[in-house]
């Protein structure tokens, strides 16, 4: 987690699928489906901080840890909710 924060300061235009996997991917698309056509770190960690509670009303504030962690885990249960749709259908 800290080397995806590293990562997002200081290369936020490096494609997302150095941090994400395809599934990831996909399910953040679904999840937010005004992605850019880029996909990007920056757009990958401001997704996941989303789903961690991240509020855009300090524009200027970091993301911090916590909430990526919170963002992360809730990838995981979206991805493993992914899965399970894909294999029951």
Do not use: M
């Not at 941090?19 to 489906?33: E, G, M, N, T």
């Amino acid at each position: 987690l800290l080397q995806v924060t590293y990562l997002h300061r200081n290369q936020p235009d490096a494609p997302a699928v150095e941090i994400l996997s395809p599934l990831q991917i996909q399910v953040l698309k679904a999840r937010f489906p005004k992605s850019p056509p880029v996909l990007t770190v920056a757009w990958a960690i401001e997704s996941i901080a989303f789903l961690g509670g991240y509020l855009e009303h300090r524009r200027k504030s970091p993301i911090g840890i916590q909430v990526l962690w919170r963002g992360w885990s809730n990838l995981r249960d979206l991805c493993q909710g992914w899965l399970l749709a894909q294999i029951h259908t």
